[in-house]
């Protein structure tokens, strides 16, 4: 089992940054693959960054060039360091891990809110 804890959420005007984090325990070890997602009223959860144990991440369209992923491995943390924020972008945002062979473990954290005002 994995336990994801966010933390780092709030409101910010558009243009603003913020970043948000996410503290992985319990079997770490299994964990290949972690990432953000994302779900804003009424729209479905959508994927926004991952990051891999290699080091590989990989962005969704709407974020390139504002976000970026960083991570941790001494601290089991990833981040989502958030620039330029745009409205679109409100949304509660989940961090997420893979664990496992063939990655068939998935883990979602409680999500936390992040709300960009115009």
């Known amino acids: 089992q994995v336990q994801l804890v966010e933390s780092g959420g709030g409101l910010v005007q558009a243009g603003g940054s913020l970043r948000l984090s996410c503290a992985a325990s319990?079997?770490?070890?299994?964990?290949?693959?972690m990432g953000w997602y994302r779900q804003a009223p009424g729209k479905e959860r959508e994927l926004v960054a991952t990051?891999?144990?290699?080091?590989?991440?990989t962005y969704a369209d709407s974020v390139k060039g504002r976000f970026t992923i960083p991570r941790d491995n001494t601290k089991n943390t990833i981040s989502l360091q958030m620039n330029s924020l745009k409205p679109e972008d409100t949304a509660i945002y989940y961090c997420?891990?893979?664990?496992?062979?063939?990655?068939?473990?998935?883990?979602w954290g409680q999500g936390t809110q992040v709300t960009v005002s115009s």
């Open positions: 997420n891990a893979l664990a496992g062979n063939t990655n068939r473990f998935r883990y």
């Open positions: 319990g079997s770490i070890f299994s964990i290949n693959v």
């Open positions: 990051t891999t144990s290699g080091g590989i991440t």
